[in-house]
């Protein structure tokens, strides 16, 4: 049975740091490409960032680019995010999935978790 399981988020001021995890089981962590996804109230799930299987190729939202990180280890089949200098607008809950390819496109992600609540306080 694949699982994905975030955890990290909570309740944070503007300006301020937080590191998101994915721990994947049931499935080879390491193949998979990963990416981190977002769906704040009322509105669409959006694509975060992505990376490689290797984590030689990440991608970024324009919205997120020189704030956010990705980055996994997969001697931990485990998935990172670091988010820096945090806006209320990142306000959302965040998911995590695997992909074949660090696509931006929620729909060709196949497993997803159950999401982690990132709330940023103006």
């Known amino acids: 049975q694949v699982q994905l399981v975030e955890s990290g988020g909570g309740l944070v001021q503007a300006g301020g740091s937080l590191r998101l995890s994915c721990v994947a089981s049931?499935?080879?962590?390491?193949?998979?490409?990963v990416g981190w996804f977002r769906q704040a109230s009322g509105k669409e799930r959006e694509f975060v960032a992505a990376?490689?299987?290797?984590?030689?190729?990440?991608n970024y939202a324009d919205s997120v680019k020189g704030r956010f990180t990705i980055s996994r280890d997969n001697t931990k089949n485990t998935l990172y995010l670091q988010m820096n200098s945090l806006k209320p607008e990142d306000t959302a809950v965040y998911y995590c999935?695997?992909?074949?390819?660090?696509?931006?496109?929620?729909?060709?992600?196949?497993?997803w978790g159950q999401g982690t609540t990132v709330t940023v306080s103006s």
């Open positions: 990376i490689s299987w290797s984590g030689g190729t990440s």
């Open positions: 049931g499935l080879q962590f390491s193949i998979y490409a």
């Open positions: 999935a695997t992909n074949a390819y660090p696509a931006s496109n929620p729909e060709t992600y196949n497993y």
